[in-house]
């Protein structure tokens, strides 16, 4: 998935180029699934309070507005439907939920090099999202988004090796039928990449259209059910503590068609979540907790991550704020919070609230996604292109955050020490009788591709250097490297006859 | 230190000022000192690890071309002289050592409000280099820099909360005569702020009228030794493993003088260090703890500052690459290794690679700077204006290093988890009975400023505002606080007399 071909030619890139291109995979600095955790912003006993705080949530608060079938299964399952219709759960119910959920998931690709490991405090990052807005930096200005552009993020995403899945970052406002919308957002993705995609479902109706529609981009349904390639992005609640009765059917739905659900709460902190940090925590764990009891009373052991996304509002304004230093805080904090539970877990990172890819994006993105990956979140979500506060997407944006993630996922990676790299030897070599330094020498060699990070548009130039190149500009060389990626990749990963019967079946906007 | 008086008038931006500035000090949400240490890069083992092959680094390699002073100090306390002229050091002898090094150290500002509490894991955040350009955004080019600019950048510096010392971060580059440099470098940053400065020495020689100096600005010699409020940032090695003959001489000048010494190792990893992150860990530990043996056989309890500032190498073309993720690693390992030694240390951060303030400046300079913040490192070196890999400086990128700290702060200060923060309460006056939501909840606006950070130019409107504003550009925006602040703040913060005396007795270049 490397694409040195699509890189500048001249003599520097090519040079730079080809000493990049020589790490192996194996060999490569960094990778999906590098185990965080050395960034732990909760003691052990903060993290048994905010557990104990949202079991006492369920139990005497409980969540209103579940489905009747939602009512049905869960009751039987030992939760009590209070006078005010309000479904509560006690302790031993929720305990229980959480030892039959299932721990070393794996979400598939659609080609298993893409097969992302969810167990311990392995870190992934991904695009996810609902803007309504492209961010054209062409033309400085925010436009609708629609379904071209999200094929073009997912063919981006495609081929930068930090962005390790595509959840649905924006909507294609282009197609007003929500139902079309839907299974175009499908195609879309689908045909833009082979790393494993997730969306959502406007309405419960929908799910069987896209279950057939997966089954022939699969195969058949057993391929599609061996191997389930999409999740269900679900926003079950409406915090606070209630369940969005309608994505609860949706739910349903996925669990029968075999799709993974991201059971996900996104409260704001300050306007739908209680305005303290460890507070929205515990309202995003206790709701996360109830829908774990769903998904256990439903169909125990289907795959399921706990989606904690607690957003942070501007309290000057109630707008929200997710590249704030609170926001970076909610989300490491749920991240100790999975592994706390040994559970599958994902949240919000890397959102921008500037309307550019500027200074302001740069330093925002990185915050929350640097402490995402070092507090171990398995899924980072929204990590790279999000802008005005999930508002816009940009995929000027989602290129450089391939670098920005890079950078970050080499801090996740760590510090290793052993006798080798502890490097006694080495200063002895260099300091007694040596040339006194280390340039050129074996170990410096060795480590060179397998230690560290190069950028691919991160410019690490001398001034003068910099100077002589014309001072490029970072947007303006990023936008050039976007028309190459969607010059030179795929317009479509499905054979010709399966997307020839997609197209009888479904009204498919993109062009053939 | 606050200004709101600077702020764009106008109805919004009046509405937030006079928001923002509700809050008392004491109620800030975030201020200097705050505690880190939530992020362990090192397991305690690692730490063990390292400690270890310093200390055998120091016996077995040990250090060349120390001064005969030093020599003759340093063996008198205990160090070898080998017949290869490096002076070793028993474990036993760097143990006492560190037993009798200051551990509970104040930096001292010129106003008390500027003091620095070295204690723990407190940390601050402030400027450091020896940059040789101007960034200059309005014209986007690198020229040399000025004295005049280093005045600015101290007085702009003064002005924002987040930069909490004011180290010289660029050389001035007008003034051939290095007596004369040294001289107006201190006069330029005293006279623009009252927070502790940090300075270097071309020349043993220049210490004494340095102090001299130092003496008039304070008022005497024993107001100067009572609180010294210049520290010496000094490069006493070169690395691998030598010390640096003059600069020892300049350090032992300093120590005479009462000054602070911040004794800066900066070896670069791949070329003057070993290229693992562990060894160039290693090897600056064992170079400071060899300057710690030093100012302790001299003056054993002398204020020093434990700079472990090892650099990171681009190894496709041995340049320096302080943005990048390996940087951040080996800055957040080195205050761990401070924290272990319970000594009051220091470290780079913050460093851009980029040559503007651009997106890869701002995710450059937040990942060093909050890894660094969390790991608990006392003193953030170059934590902001710095591009270029440190051959640049920016007041523009000062100026927005003020928010890009401030936000690191926040993530800093962490969750609080108590009775009140876990929010059960609110949870359920939210949920039964309630209004359903937390907006304007007495705990919501109580918590509004005391636990929220607003910045001053990042933008968090929504696109519609942003259109309707013109789409405000965030550097053309800083660029015009640059100017209000210049325009509104003392250029001397001397009493005419003194000034006017010092002025008698040195040759200053700054205009009366």
Partial sequence: MTETTLRRSGGRAARLSARASVAEPAM??????????????????????????????????????????????MTAAGAILGTDRRLRFPPAMVEDALARTRRDLVLFGRSPENDLDLSGTRVHFGTAGAAVH??????????????????????????????????RPMVCRDIPDNLEMDLNTIYACCTGTLKHVGTSFTDPDFVDDALELLHMIAGSEAAWRDRPFVSNSNCFVVPPMKFATESCKVMEACIRGGMPVLLLSAGQAGATAPVTIAGAIVQAVAECLAGLCY???????????????????????????????EQALLTAGCAQMHAFYGLPGGAAAGIADSKRPDMQAGWEQMCSNVMAGLAGLNMVYEAAGMHASLLGFCHESLILGDDLIGQALRCVRGIEVDDDTLALDAIRDACIGGVGHYLGSSQTLARMQRDYVYPALGDRSSPKEWEERGKPDLLAQTTARKMAILATTPRARLDPATDKAIRARFRIHLPA
């Avoid at 052990?44 to 369920?58: G, P, T």
């Avoid at 169909?299 to 109630?318: E, K, M």
């Fill in 295 to 325: 998904v256990d009373a439903l169909a125990p052991g289907h795959p399921v991550i706990f989606g904690t996304w607690p957003f942070v509002s501007d309290l000057r304004t109630g707008a929200m704020s997710g590249g704030s230093g």
């Fill in 134 to 167: 492209m961010v054209d930096v062409e033309t400085d200005r925010y436009r609708e988004s629609t379904v071209a552009d999200l094929h073009d993020a997912a063919r981006i995403a495609d081929v930068l090796d930090n962005i390790h899945f595509v959840q």
């Fill in 28 to 73: 490569r600095p960094i990778r999906p699934g590098l185990r965080g955790g050395q960034y732990r912003p909760l003691s052990d006993a903060d993290v048994q309070r905010i557990h104990e705080a949202a079991l006492r949530a369920l139990f005497e608060i409980g969540l209103a507005d579940a489905p009747e079938s939602g009512i049905a299964a």
